[in-house]
């Protein structure tokens, strides 16, 4: 059996941390180098000059994603030390056909990115007749986080053409195993490593993968399923960051400490205390959704108690949020089911039966529908639009596996002013 290229894409905006993972990539087993298109775009042709500087004998993929001008960023891109130069594959044909003489020139060979292309097949054969080189099938990363599968592409493109087939696009080892079976020339894997606390150990982890691909692929969930297993993999503040620092709902606290929760919202507005519509709302709901409660506003008497939380856990209830109080605080927390609110207090109130279920309502501050996502930990709990749920759980899976690798540097002796180079990304 061939043998697949293990491509790294070092997707980050500091050269010296970039060096770093390369260095540690290698060691586990990868085949080339790129400087990826965020760190050229913050370090420049310094990048891949720095790579060829750090690693002589290495094949360095310079991702320049070339949209004109394509002799002269073939020619930066080389002469900086590039052996392989990226061109945008919806780039008009005569800054192909530029981009493919330069290559010629100036010894490089040229991989053409089909991201975002219309005809992706269409456009590789008209590519391999212009003299391209090497087919990237690459689902970029705003694609990836709504769903969108680099092995489809690659897939629909694989026996259309001749010349070698890369693959790019939130690949995993299980995903690059698939890609092996399909035939991948070139596996591209980016974040997965890069991000990774265990360089080497993940890299090595990829290259069994490809070396010997039998690694099954994972039964296929629903997609609700999907989001929540992802949900249930971040933390609150992960889901923040990845929504732009929006989505948080202030003052509820875990009332019983490190559980979790993660599912869609039933909501529930009653008036403060009344308790009725609280606990309709438990036989309304399907298990695996999250109660949330509007109580208008107070916190002198509780619409939830223990009998209540006791019944939820019955239905298999993931949590319950409540813009209010809540009592029998001992034995909930004797049960650790997740429970948020914003405060405790012994008085009950009466079952009047005011309110409604499953309208749209308004909770600490943020609005809530029935069907948005709930999550809820010790630092807190979010709201994430239902129609933008598995976006979000997918971005904020990235900034984990961000942080993973921050982390790592810390303890390596770094700090996060010097991961961060804060000085130099300073808003001036």
Request: charged share 25%; proline share 4%.
């Amino acid at each position: 059996m061939k043998k697949i290229v293990l491509q790294v894409a070092l997707d980050l905006l500091e050269l010296n941390r970039a060096v770093q993972i390369a260095r540690e990539a290698l060691a586990g087993g990868a085949d080339w180098i790129e400087a990826g298109t965020p760190l050229i775009k913050s370090e420049g042709m310094q990048a891949i000059r720095t790579l060829r500087e750090q690693f002589p004998d290495a094949i360095i993929v310079a991702d320049m994603k070339i949209a004109d001008t394509g002799t002269m960023e073939v020619e930066m891109a080389a002469k900086a030390g590039a052996s392989i130069v990226c061109i945008l594959a919806d780039a008009d044909d005569s800054v192909v056909a530029e981009a493919v003489r330069a290559s010629r020139l100036y010894g490089t060979r040229l991989m053409a990115d089909l991201i975002n292309v219309r005809d992706p097949v269409g456009r590789s054969r008209e590519l391999e007749s212009l003299g391209v080189n090497i087919i990237a099938a690459h689902v970029g990363i705003d694609q990836q986080m709504i769903g969108k599968d680099s092995l489809d592409l690659l897939q629909a493109i694989m026996r259309e053409i001749q010349i070698p087939v890369a693959v790019a696009g939130g690949l995993d080892a299980v995903s690059a195993g698939e890609a092996a079976k399909i035939g991948a020339d070139i596996v591209i894997v980016g974040g997965w490593i890069a991000r990774s606390a265990d360089v080497v150990g993940s890299t090595r982890m990829i290259r069994q993968s490809l070396d010997s691909p039998s690694l099954a692929a994972p039964e296929k969930k629903s997609r609700d399923e999907e989001i929540r297993s992802l949900l249930m993999q971040v933390s609150t503040p992960n889901i923040s960051d990845a929504m732009h620092r929006k989505g948080a709902l202030p003052g509820l606290v875990s009332l019983c400490g490190n559980v979790k929760m993660a599912g869609k919202a039933v909501t529930v507005r009653t008036a403060a205390g009344d308790w009725a519509k609280p606990v309709e709302a438990i036989d309304v709901a399907a298990p695996g959704s999250v109660l949330v409660i509007s109580n208008d506003g107070g916190i002198h008497v509780a619409p939830w108690g223990e009998l209540a939380t006791l019944s939820c856990i019955q239905r298999g209830i993931a949590g319950v949020v409540i813009d209010g109080a809540a009592r029998d605080i001992d034995d909930i927390r004797a049960m650790k089911f997740p429970l948020f609110a914003r405060a405790v207090v012994p008085n009950a109130g009466e079952p009047k039966g005011f309110g409604e279920i499953n309208a749209e309502i308004q909770c600490c501050g943020q609005y809530i529908r029935p069907g948005d996502w709930i999550v809820g930990d010790e630092s807190g709990v979010v709201v994430i639009p239902g129609e933008r749920a598995y976006e979000v759980a997918r971005r904020a899976l990235e900034v984990k596996k961000t942080e993973s690798r921050i982390r790592e540097e810390i303890r390596r002796g770094s700090t996060l002013s010097a991961v961060a180079e804060l000085i130099k990304w300073e808003k001036k």
